[in-house]
């Protein structure tokens, strides 16, 4: 018998002192059996640093083709391309040929040092690559956010992040690996 995902209800509400972005978002996250909470919740925190109407999360962990989250054009090009964790170089350099912009986010640790260690130096190449660490500590007070309905509030604003509740909120510094800037 397959296992299924797990469905959650995030009512999210943005405000991006930098992109003069400001608006809500009632978003459906398919949480499949073999994703945490944890990743699924830097998924969202993605979601909210790259706000767009086209912005929809796709199916990568159905279809091995396709990003964490991706934005597309009119025509169904990619505009955006969003990997969470710590993809092979392959999948990045895939993704940087199939897409206007390619975004990492990395967030487990030391781990996350030494997959960037093994991969930087055969990415250099690809200019429309940005790559960001998120903190491990941060990341697991995110991971309490979770819920199978949320209300949550984003506010962004020059390259820190307050996410939260009516009861708790999370600061998470990015650390910048690569920019494409």
């Given at each position: ?48 640093l790259h706000a767009h109407e086209a912005l929809t999360f796709a199916n990568k962990l159905t279809e ?116 494409n800037q």
């Amino acid at each position: 018998m397959a296992l299924t995902a797990t469905i959650y209800k995030a009512d999210l509400q943005i405000s991006d002192m930098g992109r003069n972005y400001y608006d809500g978002h009632t978003l459906t996250i398919a949480r499949h059996p073999s994703e945490t909470d944890e990743r699924m919740m830097v998924r969202l925190l993605a979601f909210a640093l790259h706000a767009h109407e086209a912005l929809t999360f796709a199916n990568k962990l159905t279809e091995d083709d396709e990003p964490d989250l991706w934005q597309k054009d009119l025509t169904d090009a990619i505009d955006v391309w969003i990997e969470v964790g710590q993809p092979d170089e392959k999948r990045i350099r895939k993704a940087c040929g199939r897409a206007k912009q390619v975004y990492v986010y990395c967030y487990s640790g030391h781990s996350a040092d030494v997959w960037w260690g093994q991969v930087s130096a055969g990415l250099e190449r690809a200019k429309n690559l940005t790559v960001i660490k998120l903190p491990q500590a941060s990341i697991q007070e995110l991971e309490k956010l979770s819920k199978r309905s949320m209300q949550l509030q984003c506010t962004i604003q020059d390259g820190q992040i307050w996410m939260g509740d009516n009861d708790t909120t999370v600061h998470i510094d990015m650390v910048t690996l690569r920019s494409n800037q």
